[in-house]
Nanobody, 123 residues
């Protein structure tokens, strides 16, 4: 069982930056694919970015060049650096862990989820 705890959300003006963190329990963090998803009110949960144990990364087109995912296996933590934020980035952001995440862009590939952290970007 893996528990994920996100932090770092908040209110920011358009053009600003935030860094989200997700701390995972368990001793096998380094072998997991870690992903970030988001869900805006009235919309489906959507893929944002993911990083595999091999350090391969994936990004949604909407965040490429603005968001950066990274991981610190020594701290069991994955980060999401978000720059040049836009109003449309407003959502609850969820951290996810997948021990065998085939398609890292699909929510169904992840076995564990955090409770989410709210990001609100004011225009």
């Amino acid at each position: 069982q893996v528990q994920l705890v996100e932090s770092g959300g908040g209110l920011v003006q358009a053009g600003g930056s935030l860094r989200l963190s997700c701390v995972a329990s368990g001793r096998t963090f380094s072998s997991y694919t870690m992903g970030w998803f988001r869900q805006a009110p009235g919309k489906e949960r959507e893929f944002v970015t993911a990083i595999r144990y091999s350090w391969s990364t994936y990004y949604a087109d909407s965040v490429k060049g603005r968001f950066t995912i990274s991981r610190d296996n020594a701290k069991n933590t994955v980060y999401l650096q978000m720059n040049s934020l836009k109003a449309e980035d407003t959502a609850v952001y969820y951290c996810a862990a997948g021990p065998n995440a085939g398609d890292a862009t699909r929510p169904g590939s992840y076995a564990y989820w955090g409770q989410g952290t709210q990001v609100t970007v004011s225009s």
